[in-house]
């Protein structure tokens, strides 16, 4: 049964994009096949994962996420909007972004049932893939409402800081919004879990640390995401570390987060 997971988080930096990247290659790489949605206008998710295809694409003019939003015609064949990977991800198709994205509440100021966009056009492709996982800017507007409405689960990465925390509580809020509301009553929480981690830390990081273990108690994730200059590194490469250096601990991390995800039941 196909999962639609949203990776959020209100604070930019936490990793989401980068969680986004390593899942897919993740299980992609088990033979699961993925569909990125990427829902952020600065498009990292989708130049990494295209490469040189990106710049192909906006050159020749081919529609991205932004027209499927746009279009209230339903003119739009989704399926000929989705591009293979780079060849690092296997099994793993995109529905790119680019920069007019940032401009699309103004196009949807008006339009009714937009909250459901996002799920009516994925409802056509949803049994095609066996995860849809979908990237999103900080910000809080009608595509992170969008995103909410259309996925089964969200997963919150967050680091040890004031913010990242508040801007979570921001999510939960808008979550519990939406399932009460009934636009999702089946929406869950998959899980938080902690990026740039570095043990030991300082007295306030470890009280922050107690603070995420008793407000979220079993959805705070085992899992850990290291902070590690091989993330960089392999971003320049155009790699997922997964793939660059696959015994590091932040890859190492990363394959423990899918194997928790791959064992949530549908």
């Not at 899942?23 to 990125?36: D, I, R, T």
């Not at 095609?128 to 996925?151: C, E, G, K, Q, R």
């Amino acid at each position: 049964m196909s999962r639609t997971i949203a990776v959020l988080n209100e604070k930019g930096g936490v990793g989401k994009t980068t969680t986004i990247i390593e899942l897919a290659f993740q299980l992609g790489n088990e033979g699961k096949n993925v569909l990125v949605v990427d829902l952020d206008s600065q498009e990292n998710c989708t130049k990494m994962l295209l490469g040189k295809k990106m710049s192909d694409t906006l050159e020749e003019g081919e529609q991205t996420v932004f027209d499927v939003f746009i279009d209230q015609k339903n003119k739009i064949n989704l399926v000929d909007l989705l591009i293979p990977a780079i060849e690092a991800w296997q099994n793993t198709l995109v529905l790119p972004s680019d920069c007019r994205l940032a401009t699309v509440s103004d196009h949807l100021h008006s339009r009714l049932n937009k909250e459901h966009i996002l799920k009516n056009i994925l409802s056509k492709i949803k049994d095609n893939f066996d995860y849809i996982l979908i990237d999103l800017s900080p910000l809080m507007n009608v595509l992170t409402i969008n995103a909410l409405v259309a996925a089964d689960y969200y997963l919150v990465p967050t680091d040890l800081s004031v913010y990242s925390q508040k801007g979570m509580r921001t999510i939960h809020d808008v979550a519990h919004m939406i399932k009460e509301s009934r636009n999702n009553p089946n929406l869950e929480l998959l899980g938080v879990f902690v990026t740039s981690f570095q043990k030991g830390g300082s007295i306030a990081v470890r009280a922050l640390l107690e603070e995420l273990e008793e407000e979220y108690k079993d959805k705070l994730l085992s899992v850990k995401i290291p902070d590690s200059v091989k993330v960089i590194e392999s971003q320049r490469q155009k790699s997922p570390v997964g793939l660059f250096a696959p015994d590091s601990n932040v890859a190492l991390a990363y394959k423990e987060l899918s194997n928790i995800i791959e064992g949530v039941q549908a």
